[in-house]
């Protein structure tokens, strides 16, 4: 029987020890990316394997299953290309630190998260083009998240706790400390973009499970005053946009300042919050790997309004990239409906201002991407054009996003933990799975 502590290193190893081997292939991209993919195959299968003897923690073990398959997803969408074989292999490396962080125990976790943030501050330095410079603000987002994760090791509470706090503002994004968030799905090379969508997210609410029950009343106020102003500022954002990654990154930064409100208004992250977060994440990533189909076709720099009449032209597309707008705009039976309305349902609060802001910003979700959508898909096909409808690989991609998503939207919450209930009155209780050395704050 293998020891429950070395578990989490096992799950981290099996991707690093893929990446490892990959420049084995480097000199054949279609191997590459093959071994890749089985990779992430092979990663799933061995949190399937070990999960059953981990810890569950508040939020549940959803999010350790969807990353590999994100990852895998994420690569298979992408051409098979000399220029992208960096990309590939990065994506195991993010894929072996992410699983750690989600495994491990807080200590190790955060030493995980270090090397996360180390790992993407110098991706973007690196990688820039002219279309997308470099973003000092990105930069400096990430690296105050960094140091903060440090402070966390090394101060005592209340400063470790705001600490941790403000970390998790920055990987699961909320106004003003969404920079990084946008520079991530903007700047970084590859099918990166489509993965770190789901993983940056999925970090964060998983260092906010453990926060959540101990925020003080204060810091409730402030931190649901900030999610309210981001929903909005991120859904009128991307109303304005006329670039597809940042109109998507403006939209999760809306959809994730939701979930905020929701986590600090009840002080607590159930599955059903990692269900949130799944489900949105996957969605931007199926809906970024859309376009980067486009951009393959015809260009990085390619101009959105410039495309038009792909219903007829390329039907596989049309289907599949419709059915991801309808889970993206929250209607059922997806997952972002289901992750939403239980957010809302099981919430304790009453019928509030907040909520219709919400409500509100959810709505604006469905003019924009519907609005992106119709321009693609409908109007005038240009005859200068040449149209090709999906690759083998970027089929298969598109409906495991969109078969993952009806799943998530028609699965029982129970299957992916229990909620954890906390009482309205002034005290707040523990969750069940949390670990002992959560930060707390000193009242």
């Known amino acids: 029987m293998i020891d429950a502590t070395l578990i989490p290193w096992i799950l981290a190893g099996v991707p690093l020890l893929g990446a490892a081997l990959s420049p084995a292939w480097w000199a054949h991209p279609h191997r590459l990316m093959t071994w890749s993919v089985g990779v992430c195959a092979v990663s799933l299968a061995s949190v399937a394997v070990f999960a059953g003897a981990l810890t569950a923690p508040p939020e549940g073990l959803l999010l350790l299953f969807l990353l590999p398959l994100a990852a895998g997803v994420s690569l298979l969408g992408q051409p098979h290309h000399l220029d992208h074989r960096a990309s590939w292999v990065l994506t195991l490396v993010a894929l072996s630190l992410g699983l750690g962080a989600l495994a491990s125990q807080p200590v190790t976790a955060k030493l995980f998260l270090i090397a996360i943030h180390g790992f993407v501050i110098v991706l973007l330095y690196r990688h820039h083009t002219p279309l997308w410079p470099i973003s000092w603000w990105g930069l400096g987002a990430y690296t105050l998240g960094a140091l903060c994760l440090v402070l966390t090791l090394v101060a005592a509470p209340p400063l470790s706790s705001m600490a941790a706090l403000l970390a998790c503002t920055i990987l699961l994004p909320v106004v003003p400390f969404h920079d990084g968030h946008l520079t991530a ?10 993965f770190m969508v789901l993983l940056f997210p999925a970090l964060g609410l998983h260092a906010l499970a453990p926060l959540a ?12 005053v900030l999610a309210l102003a981001g929903a909005i500022y991120g859904a009128i954002k991307a109303l304005a946009q006329s670039r597809v990654r940042l109109l998507l990154a403006y939209s999760s930064l809306s959809f994730f300042s939701m979930l905020w409100w929701c986590v600090v208004t009840t002080r607590t992250a159930t599955p059903r919050a990692a269900l949130f977060v799944g489900a949105v994440g996957l969605v931007m990533c199926g809906l970024l790997l859309a376009w980067q189909i486009i951009r393959t076709r015809y260009g990085d720099d ?30 059922p039976p997806f997952g972002v409906f289901a992750g939403f309305m239980g957010l809302l349902l099981s919430s304790t609060a ?32 240009r005859t200068d054009l040449r149209y090709a409808d999906l690759l083998q690989s970027e089929l298969v991609a598109l409906i495991i996003v969109v078969l993952t998503l009806l799943a998530l939207g028609v699965t029982p919450i129970s299957l992916f933990g229990s909620d954890q209930t906390t009482a309205t009155t002034g005290v707040h209780s523990e969750p069940a799975g949390t670990n002992p050395g959560s930060l707390v704050w000193n009242r």
Do not use: K
């Open 185 to 194: 799905l903007t700047r970084l090379p590859g099918n990166l973009p489509s």
């Open 213 to 224: 029950p101990t925020l003080p009343d204060p810091v409730v106020w402030v931190m649901s």
């Open 302 to 331: 390619v101009d959105p309004q410039a495309i038009s009449g792909l219903a007829s032209t390329m039907p596989q597309y049309a289907v599949l990239l419709s059915l991801l707008a309808l889970a993206a705009m929250g209607l």
């Open 350 to 381: 009453a019928f509030s201002t907040g909520i219709i802001v919400l409500v509100c910003a959810w709505l604006a979700s469905s003019w924009y991407i519907l609005d992106l959508v119709q321009r693609l898909l409908f109007g005038t096909r």
